[in-house]
């Protein structure tokens, strides 16, 4: 596709309830980079996959977060457990290669736990 | 200290004026510095990078940059209504992008 995709835009979930959040990045771009924004803040980093690997994991706040990129394109993450607390809008974003080149950024998926 | 610090606004100039919005960083390695736009409801849009130290300008944005000081900065000439947004500031390292908080502009008709 021409850009970022991310579904799905809106998610209401209850607290203690999974959910997944799919990204398919820009095509051709190898590395993917998930990040969540909290009102009137910045984008905050959480994870970055580089192919199919994780290759920094340091934003994931804690072991309920977990995304997986199986075959190097369209990648997901997974709550467990939600918490009132993970309600923000997670952005996806996609550069070419590693190395502090441009990101791409998708229209996000707000989530929001009741 | 914060990583990125920004003004965060809002930030008020007439229509046709400069807009100047500045940021400052922590790190020292930082390699990359970009400039997103955000409009209110939407995914950040990136509008500059810069990576050595100077000026870079297209079209209306100039971005400067001075790494002795830790200091970015974006100028937007002939303001229009539609530069109104939160803009970003982002740094990085080698992967991952640290984002300032942003500054919310605002240009007066």
């Known amino acids: 596709g021409a850009g970022v995709s991310q579904t799905p835009s809106n998610k209401v979930t209850e607290k203690g309830k999974y959910v997944e959040l799919r990204c398919d990045p820009i095509s051709g771009h190898t590395a993917l980079y998930w990040y969540r924004q909290s009102l009137g803040q910045g984008p905050e980093f959480l994870i970055y996959?580089?192919?199919?690997?994780?290759?920094?994991d340091s934003g994931l706040p804690n072991d309920r977060f977990f995304a997986v990129r199986p075959e190097g394109s369209v990648s997901t993450l997974k709550i467990q457990r939600t918490e009132r607390g993970d309600s923000a809008v997670y952005l996806c974003a996609s550069s070419p290669g590693p190395g502090g080149e441009e990101q791409f950024f998708g229209p996000g998926t707000r989530l929001t736990v009741l | 200290q914060k990583e990125v610090e920004q003004n965060s606004g809002p930030l008020s100039v007439p229509e046709g004026a400069i807009a100047s919005l500045n940021c400052t960083y922590s790190?020292?390695?930082?390699?990359?510095f970009f400039w997103y736009r955000q409009y209110s409801g939407k995914s950040p849009e990136l509008i500059m990078f810069i990576y050595s130290n100077g000026d870079k300008e297209d079209g209306r944005f100039t971005a400067q940059l001075n790494k002795a000081s830790q200091y970015v900065s974006l100028l937007i000439r002939d303001s229009q209504p539609s530069d109104s947004a939160t803009y970003l500031c982002?740094?990085?390292?080698?992967?991952?992008?640290?984002f300032g908080t942003g500054t919310r502009l605002t240009i007066i008709p």
């Open positions: 996959f580089q192919g199919t690997g994780a290759a920094d």
């Open positions: 790190d020292r390695g930082s390699q990359s």
């Open positions: 982002a740094v990085t390292g080698i992967e991952k992008l640290t």
